[in-house]
C-alpha cells in the first residue's frame, strides 16, 4: 500500500521519504489539530481506509526547523484474520482488566519467536503503549509503575531479598511484578527457570505476579522481549517491576538501559570485594545493598558498606539530584528492608521532581529501538541465504588460518543485500 501526499514547503523531505515506502501493517494519520510554527493544516480524506492526504499552508518567515505535528502510527488489523483480530482483543481486554491469565498469555506471546505471533504480539504492544499513554495523562504526566532492576553475584540473595520486599510492599497495597530471568545453558539451551520455586511465599500473593524467563544467550541476563514485558506488566496494573538478573558482567548495563533505578546486591563475604566487581557497574548502581548482615556476618557486612561507600565517593555522580548510597540489609530477620525502601522511594521523588526520571525513560526508549535494530539486522544477515551459503566455507578457512577474519566478515557483508 502506497503512502501518496502533496508535499510542501521544508517539511517535504520527511513525509516524502514515507511516501516511497510501502506499509503493509501500519497507517499514518496526520491530525487536523496540529501546526507548525504558524501555518495551519488542511486534511483530506485519501481512502476509506483511514489514511489522509495532508497539505500545509505555510508562510516561510513563520516556519521553525522542528516537527511539531503529532504522528500517529497506527497498527490495524487488516491484515489479521477474525480469528486473530479476537485472539488479540481478547488479550487485551483481560490484560487491562488486571487478569493474571491473560498476563501470562500476553508475555508468552511476545517471547515467540514464531514470525507470525511477533505480529500479532506487535499489534498487541501498540494497543498497550496507547492504552499506557492515556492512563499516563490521566495521571498528570507521571510515570504509573517505578521499575526497578537488581543484580549482583550468584548467591547474593536476590530471590530472597525480593520475596521479603515484596511480601511487605503487598501488605501495603502495591501490585507487585517480578521479571525473574535465568541463564540459559550454552551446551543444551535449557533452563531451569527455579527463581519462582524460591519465593514460594509471594508467589501465592495474588497482589504479585513473578514471570521466570530463560536468556535464551541474550547478553547482560535480560531477554530480547524483558521491555515490552514491563510493558505489559504495567498494563496489568503493577506499579512495581523488579527485574531480577542473572549476575554481575560487563553487559548488564542492559539492565540499566530499561530501569528507573538500578540496585547491586552483594554478599558480606567473598575476598576483595572492590576487585571481584568490575567497575562499571559499580557506576551504574543509584543503590547498593550489602546482603546477610546477621549473625556471624554482620561485622563483615559492615565493613564491606564502608569499603563502598568510601569506593562510591570517587566515582563520577550520575544524577544531580542523587548521590548513590550503600545500607546493610537481611532478608532473614527483615532488618533494613523497610529502610531501603524508603531509600528507594526517596530517589523516586526527587528524580521525578528533577524530571530526570523523564528524561532518562525517553533515552531508554531511543537506546532499546537501537539494540532491537542490531539484533534484527544480525538475525536477518544470518538468515539470508547468500550469506548462510558460504558461512561454512569462510568460517573453515578462517578457522585453518587460510583467510583472516577481517577479509571474511568484508566478503559476507558485500553478498548480504537488506
Known amino acids: 500500500m502506497k503512502i ?63 516537527l511539531g505535528m503529532q504522528t500517529t502510527v497506527k497498527l490495524h488489523t487488516e491484515g489479521l484474520s477474525d480469528k486473530e483480530g479476537r485472539f488479540v482483543n481478547k488479550l487485551y481486554a483481560g490484560l487491562i482488566q488486571g487478569q493474571r491469565a491473560s498476563l501470562a498469555e500476553c508475555i508468552t506471546l511476545v517471547e515467540s519467536t514464531h514470525s507470525r505471533k511477533r505480529e500479532l504480539a506487535q499489534v498487541l504492544l501498540q494497543m498497550v503503549l496507547n492504552y499506557h499513554r492515556e492512563q499516563e495523562q490521566l495521571n498528570q504526566g507521571k510515570p504509573l509503575a517505578f521499575r526497578v532492576g537488581l543484580s549482583g553475584p550468584p548467591g547474593a540473595g536476590k530471590s530472597t531479598f525480593i520475596e521479603c520486599l515484596g511480601k511487605m510492599l503487598t501488605e501495603n497495597g502495591h501490585k507487585i511484578s517480578v521479571l525473574a530471568v535465568d541463564p540459559s545453558s550454552s551446551t543444551s539451551g535449557g533452563s531451569l ?30 531477554t530480547r522481549t524483558t521491555k515490552e514485558a514491563i510493558l505489559l ?39 576483595d570485594e572492590l576487585q571481584g566487581i568490575k567497575r562499571g557497574i559499580i557506576e551504574m548502581a543509584d543503590l547498593v545493598a550489602i546482603t546477610k548482615a546477621d549473625g556471624d556476618l554482620v561485622v563483615p557486612a559492615r565493613r564491606i558498606q564502608a569499603e563502598y561507600t568510601s569506593a562510591l565517593k570517587l566515582l563520577r555522580k550520575r544524577s ?99
Open 193 to 222: 527457570l527455579g527463581d519462582k520455586t524460591r519465593m514460594i511465599e509471594l508467589s501465592k500473593d495474588m497482589n504479585a505476579y513473578i514471570r521466570p524467563s530463560p536468556t535464551r544467550g541474550t547478553l547482560g541476563g535480560v
Open 320 to 418: 544531580k539530584v542523587w548521590r548513590p548510597k550503600v545500607v546493610r540489609i537481611s532478608a532473614k530477620t527483615g532488618e533494613g528492608i523497610t529502610e531501603m525502601w524508603d531509600r528507594m522511594k526517596e530517589f523516586q521523588d526527587l528524580m521525578l521532581a528533577s524530571h530526570e526520571l523523564i528524561a532518562r525513560r525517553r533515552k531508554q526508549q531511543k537506546v532499546w529501538m537501537w539494540n532491537l535494530i542490531q539484533e534484527s539486522v544480525l538475525e536477518r544477515f544470518r538468515n539470508c541465504s547468500a550469506v548462510k551459503d558460504q558461512i561454512p566455507f569462510l568460517e573453515e578457512k578462517v578457522a585453518s588460518g587460510d583467510l583472516s577474519p577481517g577479509l571474511a566478515a568484508d566478503i559476507l557483508l558485500k553478498a548480504f543485500k537488506i
Open 233 to 271: 506488566c504495567e498494563g496489568g496494573g503493577y506499579d512495581i517491576i523488579l527485574i531480577e538478573t542473572v549476575g554481575v558482567g560487563q553487559s548488564e548495563f542492559a539492565v540499566a538501559d530499561m530501569v528507573d533505578m538500578f540496585v547491586l546486591l552483594l554478599p558480606p563475604a567473598g575476598g
Open 4 to 66: 501518496s501526499m502533496l508535499l510542501l514547503f521544508p517539511h517535504h523531505h520527511f513525509l516524502r521519504s514515507l511516501s516511497k515506502t510501502s506499509f503493509q501493517n501500519y497507517q499514518f494519520i496526520f491530525h487536523s489539530g496540529t501546526h507548525f510554527g504558524s501555518g495551519f493544516p488542511c486534511t483530506q480524506p485519501l481512502n476509506s481506509v483511514g489514511l489522509f492526504r495532508a497539505k500545509w499552508m505555510l508562510p516561510s518567515c513563520g516556519f521553525k526547523r522542528k
